[in-house]
């Protein structure tokens, strides 16, 4: 059974930081391509970040500068710290793995910026 599980989200005020962490269990986690995804109330979903099997990473520009993506393929998790947060940023953040067609997300988690 394929389980991704978020952890790390809750509230922080504008300009602090939070990391989250995905754990994943299931898969060959080290051959799969991971991303975080966001969606806040009333948009759609986003990507955020994403990071290949080979190390390579991708930002959305709005979080460019801000937000790091890695692995730790021993520990089969990736992670997303967030640095300089906005209001902006508040929403679910989900994890992503996919591995040729097949793709899996985890249940999210919440990150509320404060003004």
């Known amino acids: 059974q394929v389980q991704l599980v978020e952890s790390g989200g809750g509230l922080v005020q504008a300009g602090g930081s939070l990391r989250l962490s995905c754990a994943a269990s299931?898969?060959?986690?080290?051959?799969?391509?991971m991303g975080w995804y966001r969606q806040a109330p009333g948009k759609q979903r986003e990507l955020v970040a994403t990071i290949t099997s080979s190390g390579s990473t991708n930002y959305a520009d709005s979080v460019k500068g801000r937000f790091t993506i890695s692995r730790d393929n021993a520990k089969n998790t990736v992670y997303l710290q967030m640095n300089s947060l906005k209001p902006e940023d508040t929403a679910v953040y989900y994890c992503?793995?996919?591995?040729?067609?097949?793709?899996?997300w985890g249940q999210g988690s919440q990150v509320t910026v404060s003004s």
């Open positions: 992503n793995s996919k591995y040729t067609l097949i793709t899996y």
């Open positions: 299931g898969i060959i986690f080290r051959l799969h391509d």
